[in-house]
Every structure is written in structure tokens, then in C-alpha cells.
């Protein structure tokens, strides 16, 4: 793995994130800043990518135009994108990154992509949820 767990989390606890689960045999980290909307992050370290995903909200009627609408903000997402999980009930932010070159500032440029599409889309995000 290249200790490319200690260089990821070396990178959010720099960035100033709460790492609320570790596990370098797995190479999970799970963080979390409340402030900006991240809660319970989880980054899986794959040779040779890093995925990041955060839960976002889960489907409860299907239906053509919440999955049209997500497509459509996955156009103006800067990094990552909404994508469902296995069920195809739940909505998740999602991205990767390769290890092998990543620095500081793509890290939290990831990061910092998914805290502006909480902060501009949270309404919509709500309304989908309650649907």
C-alpha cells in the first residue's frame, strides 16, 4: 500500500478533520466536520485509488424525476458525483482519486466539492428524501 494510509490521514488531520473510525489493515478512515456538512466520510484506500463516499439520502419512492434531477446536478459537481448504491435505494456522494501522485490540495479539493454541493443542493436534497 506505499503507507498511503499515513499520507491520507497525515492530509485530514492537516486539513483539520475528526477522523472518527481508522482501520490501516483495511484502509478505511472515516471523518467527519459538521460544519461543512461532512458527516461520517469514508475513505477507502485501493490501491492504486482512494474512494471517497459520503451517504447522502435514501430513496423512498423511486421515481424518474429525482433521478434525472441528481443526474443533472452530477453536470455542475466539480469533483465526484451522486451515484446509488447496490439496492438502488440510497443516494451517495462518490469519487476517486489516484494514489500514487495525490497531494494536499486535491485531497481537499474533494472534499471541499462535496461541502458546497451539501450547501448549495441541501433543499433539493431534503425534498428528495421526503419523497
Not at 492530509?11 to 489493515?25: C, K, R, S, V
Not at 443533472?72 to 447496490?86: C, W, Y
Amino acid at each position: 500500500m506505499k503507507n498511503y494510509f499515513d499520507k491520507i490521514k497525515h492530509y485530514l488531520l492537516e486539513l483539520n478533520y475528526n477522523i472518527t473510525h481508522e482501520d490501516n489493515e483495511e484502509g478505511i478512515l472515516m471523518i467527519q466536520n459538521q460544519e461543512e456538512g461532512i458527516n461520517n466520510l469514508i475513505l477507502g484506500i485501493a490501491d492504486p485509488i482512494l474512494i471517497i463516499e459520503q451517504y447522502i439520502f435514501k430513496i423512498n419512492s423511486p421515481n424518474q424525476d429525482i433521478f434525472k434531477q441528481l443526474l443533472q446536478k452530477n453536470r455542475d459537481i466539480v469533483h465526484g458525483a451522486f451515484v446509488l448504491d447496490e439496492s438502488g435505494e440510497k443516494v451517495i456522494f462518490r469519487d476517486t482519486l489516484q494514489l500514487e501522485n495525490i497531494d494536499l490540495n486535491e485531497l481537499e479539493g474533494s472534499i471541499n466539492s462535496l461541502s458546497l454541493l451539501l450547501s448549495e443542493y441541501s433543499q433539493n436534497i431534503i425534498e428528495f428524501s421526503k419523497a
